[in-house]
């Protein structure tokens, strides 16, 4: 079922109860207000039937009765303190007169009842020293017709306000939710060819265009998301590609021409080094890629890290990898208050991809200093070295995957991706990091959480 039909069929449902309820209202009061104003009628029958009934010396003649009956099948009784029947203007074998009814009207002065299809009033009233209990019935044909005219009115308004009704509430539905078809629409035609396209907001302040406005914010990020996924798999793509290229030319021009034992293990050294560089390679791209913009910093296990830790675990594995370069660490004097929420392993790769790129590029015999201080979210840590520094016009692309400056790209190895695992990882963390370099005096790495 559409939406338009569950409001067209809400809407009538609405109205039809509304209308029905009212007009179940109108019905019973003017029920009530005909059955009151009928007793009214026969109460004052009564009193005219007892003041008569004591003028002419407790008999009625014929034409008294006569002058009495105005209502139909009207009926008169009249009841002395003994509860016997003094008078009745007719035989009514259908009326049951008890003395419990006559006793209720004695005390309660009078009484209205039913007597199937006849209404009836008992009254108990006093003429000069009697004392006497007047039964007046009769039956309302007026009143009856007039409702059931009311009825069937009333019916017949209703089944031509539904109607209407639901012709409205289907002409509402459809205009309501024309923004939502045309809506629809655009959101049919996008594809991944035409995710720059985007949505109209239409009037700017109702809630579909705040979906619509929420729906591009989804289409830009889903964009920015496929232009990455696309890089990536072209930078990847060429950086796996020079290392195979190498190993397999390596592979090759060994099989044709090495035949000395020198040779066929100089050989198989180069390709070992090409098939570490991959692994290292595809061992980046891989957590990269587990590490995207997708993955929500709560999906990550934390726990309370002393933020000394990792920073020694990647001082000494940097320091196995460069043996001859110095690498200085300053730590706060109370380090114990140096700690956060975080994850221990990512953090010491991300420090160690720092202290690797300072060693990598920093100038022989100069020290590598690393720092920790306290910070707001626990701590900041610095990486400096004296080394080349990096050109302005490539600062801002440092953090980019698979980016190397044109200047160290033949000099000096890499793939690109450490500084991109360092960013993701800090923002993973809630923290960030920043560059400052000087080219010839060397470059200083800020990561804090």
């Not at 001082?315 to 196995?320: E, G, P």
Request: hydrophobic residues 45%; aromatic residues 6%.
């Amino acid at each position: 079922m559409t939406i338009r039909t569950r409001l067209t069929l809400f809407f009538a449902g609405l109205m039809l109860a509304l209308v029905a309820t009212v007009s179940c209202g109108v019905y019973f009061f003017e029920r009530s207000s005909q059955r009151r104003i009928f007793e009214g009628l026969l109460l004052r029958k009564a009193e005219a039937t007892a003041k008569v009934y004591v003028r002419r010396h407790d008999r009625l003649e014929p034409t008294d009765a006569l002058l009495l009956l105005t209502q139909e099948n009207q009926y008169e009784a009249l009841y002395n303190e003994a509860n016997q029947r003094v008078y009745a203007s007719r035989p009514n074998a259908g009326l049951v007169v008890t003395a419990r009814l006559l006793r209720h009207a004695r005390t309660a002065g009078r009484v209205a009842f039913s007597q199937g299809p006849a209404v009836g009033v008992a009254l108990s009233t006093k003429e000069g020293n009697e004392r006497f209990v007047v039964i007046v019935t009769a039956e309302d044909r007026f009143g009856r017709e007039a409702l059931a005219r009311l009825r069937n009115n009333l019916l017949i308004t209703n089944i031509m306000g539904l109607t209407l009704v639901v012709a409205l509430a289907n002409l509402f539905a459809g205009r309501a939710l024309r923004p939502v078809q045309q809506l629809s629409q655009e959101i049919q035609a996008l594809s991944s060819r035409t995710l720059d396209q985007r949505l109209t907001t239409g009037n700017g302040h109702d809630e579909l265009a705040r979906l619509a406005a929420q729906f591009n914010a989804l289409l830009a990020r889903l964009a920015d998301t496929v232009a990455q996924n696309r890089t990536f798999v072209w930078q990847a793509s060429h950086e796996l590609r020079t290392p195979l290229a190498n190993l397999l030319g390596t592979l090759d021009m060994s099989r044709a021409y090495d035949e000395r034992p020198e040779e066929l293990r100089a050989a198989l050294t180069s390709a070992t080094e090409e098939v570490r560089r991959l692994i290292s390679l595809t061992n980046d791209l891989l957590l990269l890629a587990e590490l995207s913009q997708e993955k929500p910093a709560h999906d990550l296990p934390m726990t309370s890290v002393l933020l000394a830790e990792p920073l020694l675990d990647a001082v000494q594995a940097v320091q196995r990898r460069y043996p001859a370069v110095v690498i200085e660490l300053h730590l706060p004097d109370a380090v114990e208050n140096c700690q956060a929420r975080a994850h221990a392993e990512l953090l010491t790769l991300a420090l160690v991809n720092l202290l690797d790129n300072a060693c990598k590029y920093s100038t022989a015999g100069s020290p590598i200093r690393t720092s920790l201080a306290p910070g707001p979210g626990g701590g900041t840590f610095t990486v400096r070295d004296a080394g080349m520094g990096i050109a302005p016009e490539a600062l801002p692309h440092v953090f980019e995957p698979f980016y190397r400056a044109e200047a160290v790209r033949a000099r000096i190895g890499g793939n690109g991706v450490g500084l991109s695992l360092v960013q993701r990882i800090a923002e993973l963390h809630g923290g960030g990091v920043a560059v400052h370099s000087v080219p010839g005096k060397g470059t200083e790495f800020r990561f804090w959480l």
